[in-house]
């Protein structure tokens, strides 16, 4: 029996050399969807074929995606601070219109959407699901409002038709990220001893590894039109970073920030960024207002329905100790 064909697009970010590398595991051939002069180093060494193109060339996508039978929507503009979101928009929105609407013309049995918890609702008490209430207004930043609509897209291709299964991963944490996820900056600068106090905030994390089967198990029985919260473990922001510090032998920081505090030191950090350094700053305000949440997340529906597994969080984050330590925690520092 011929070896089935999938395409990742965005396969050399984080979360998409995962699932590039769990679809190969499989036994699939893979084909990785990747912008023009894109850094391949997280694909290095891997059998994959590559397909060049931005998001939102339909000619592009529409080649890219021809006869592979399974469609994963990885690729996204994940920045939390963005000096002009237009492109933001245009990558995030309409890209994603772009790869349902061709992947459908194409014949793709089943197209998984990346989305995130970011685009979920998150209760006074307690863990979101994906039914807890939400609305656009509720999100924060461009980044979030532009997955928010993105996901709108996919839930309303579903209703017409395409074979969409949206997933909603929380934090991933593990190997590769390379460029990095904001996640994966606290744990770099963390152990570059640049991470001197916390906020009183939670999030779920994830190991990226079983993020990935995710996806997999989304593809083959996820039901059409329904998301499903890809999370591991919830953790306050203190207790990642007790578990940062037991992993790796370092200190963790003892002193709590209050939010007026960061929100502060953020505003200034905008303010330099956007009128010296064109950088993005050490501390945004979108991260900020994130952290005034917990980002506690439940999800049981992909235990139940998908069969969805996660192992000890404990052994993702020390994949990525050992990870930003051979790489140099020095690097890009700002």
């Known amino acids: 029996m011929a070896a089935r064909r999938a395409i990742v697009t965005g396969a050399n970010g984080f979360v998409g050399c995962h699932v590039a590398r769990a679809l190969l595991a499989r036994g699939d051939r893979v084909r990785a969807l990747v912008r023009p002069n894109a850094d391949l180093a997280a694909l290095a060494g891997l059998d994959v074929e590559f397909a060049r193109g931005d998001l939102r060339d339909r000619a592009a996508i529409e080649k890219a995606v021809a006869d592979c039978g399974e469609v994963y929507h990885v690729a996204a503009d994940y920045r939390l601070w963005v000096p002009d979101p237009a492109a933001m928009y245009a990558s995030n929105v309409e890209g994603t219109r772009i790869v349902i609407e061709a992947a459908k013309a194409a014949g793709a049995k089943r197209i998984v959407y990346t989305s995130t918890v ?69 744990v770099r600068d963390f152990l570059a001893r640049r991470m001197p106090a916390y906020m009183d905030t939670g999030l779920n994390l994830v190991d990226v590894e079983d993020c990935a089967r995710g996806h997999l198990l989304a593809a083959e029985r996820g039901r059409i039109g329904e998301k499903y919260i890809l999370g591991g473990e919830n953790l306050t922001l203190k207790e990642m970073f007790d578990r940062l510090a037991r992993l790796s032998g ?52 992909a235990r139940r329905e998908l069969g969805y597994v996660t192992g000890p969080i404990d052994a993702a984050i020390a994949r990525a100790i050992e990870f930003f330590r051979k790489t140099g925690v020095n690097r890009d520092a700002a």
């Open 118 to 186: 970011g685009t979920l609702g998150i209760p006074r008490d307690g863990a979101g699901t994906e039914v807890t209430p939400v609305s656009l207004a509720d999100m924060t930043g461009p980044y979030k409002r532009s997955k928010f609509m993105a996901e709108q897209v996919a839930l309303e291709a579903a209703h017409r038709g395409a074979p969409v299964v949206i997933v909603n991963p929380s934090t991933p944490i593990g190997a590769l990220d390379l460029k990095p996820t904001p996640t994966g900056r606290i």
């Open 250 to 301: 370092l200190p963790a920081p003892r002193v709590r920030i209050p939010y007026a505090v960061a929100f502060g030191f953020a505003l200034g950090a905008e303010v330099v960024a956007r009128a010296v350094t064109h950088r993005a700053p050490r501390a945004s305000l979108t991260e900020v207002r994130m952290a005034r949440k917990r980002m506690f997340f439940d999800c049981a529906k």
